[in-house]
């Protein structure tokens, strides 16, 4: 079954106690992308992946980092979480079109809600 | 930066009437996406729209890209409870890499 799984799906920690949460897809997709959802605010992109060894920031990167290493791998590290890092987080693939371009569909995980003490 | 934006943020509608949402990017875009995220679910995809006034059909649902591509419109017809949700608009521009959702618009169906 094509999916994106994301581990943890719940965590609670303490500020300040790196966390890492991980993402993979099975779909071979070359786009790679995360987001956190807070209220009244909708999806903001935190960073994304063009293909593997490609990141690049979104529109919240700061306090968060990624790799790509694998294709179907795009975990986020929070390396000294705080509390305005509580949320909620998806991350989502997509295959690239024609002219590598993201105009394709997105496919997203389950979400991870995360709470920062 | 580029923005989008959506409205109403939320509508409560009588089963049976119909609801509209509207969303707006204050710079041009390559094409846009709408989402619908359950209550307690992950956004999934609805439809893409590339074409300047472009009109697509989905059963009761109808998706509108405006003539400028810098708006775009989501209405359903006869609402049902299924229909409960909120509906994100989600703009490309041309730069091809980034994505930007709305804040979306969040509907309750009473039945």
């Known amino acids: 079954e094509a999916q994106v799984t994301q581990n943890p799906r719940y965590l609670i920690t303490v500020t300040g106690k790196k966390l890492t949460v991980t993402c993979s897809q099975n779909?071979?997709?070359?786009?790679m992308s995360w987001y956190r959802q807070d209220p009244g605010l909708g999806l903001r992109q935190i960073y994304y992946?063009?293909?593997?060894?490609?990141?690049d920031k979104g529109d919240v990167p700061e306090g968060y980092k990624v790799s790509r290493k694998e294709k179907r791998n795009f975990p986020l590290i929070l390396e000294s979480p705080s509390p305005n890092q509580t949320s909620l987080y998806f991350c989502?693939?997509?295959?690239?079109?024609?002219?590598?371009?993201?105009?394709?569909?997105?496919?997203f995980g389950p979400g991870t809600r995360l709470l920062v003490l | 930066g580029q923005q989008v934006m959506q409205i109403p943020q939320y509508q409560h509608v009588q089963e049976g009437e119909d609801f509209t949402t509207y969303c707006n990017s204050s710079?041009?875009?390559?094409?846009i996406q709408w989402y619908k995220q359950r209550p307690g679910g992950h956004p999934v995809f609805l439809i893409q729209?590339?074409?300047?006034?472009e009109v697509k059909k989905q059963k009761r649902l109808t998706f509108q890209f405006g003539e400028a591509k810098k708006n775009s419109s989501l209405h359903i017809t006869a609402t049902q409870t299924t229909d409960v949700g909120t509906y994100f608009c989600?703009?490309?521009?041309?730069?091809?890499?980034?994505?930007?959702f709305g804040p979306g618009t969040s509907l309750s169906v009473i039945p």
């Open positions: 989502a693939s997509s295959p690239l079109g024609l002219a590598g371009q993201v105009d394709e569909t997105q496919y």
């Open positions: 779909m071979n997709h070359e786009y």
């Open positions: 992946s063009m293909n593997v060894e490609v990141t």
């Open positions: 710079t041009t875009l390559s094409n």
């Open positions: 729209l590339v074409k300047s006034g």
């Open positions: 989600a703009g490309l521009k041309t730069s091809y890499d980034k994505v930007i």
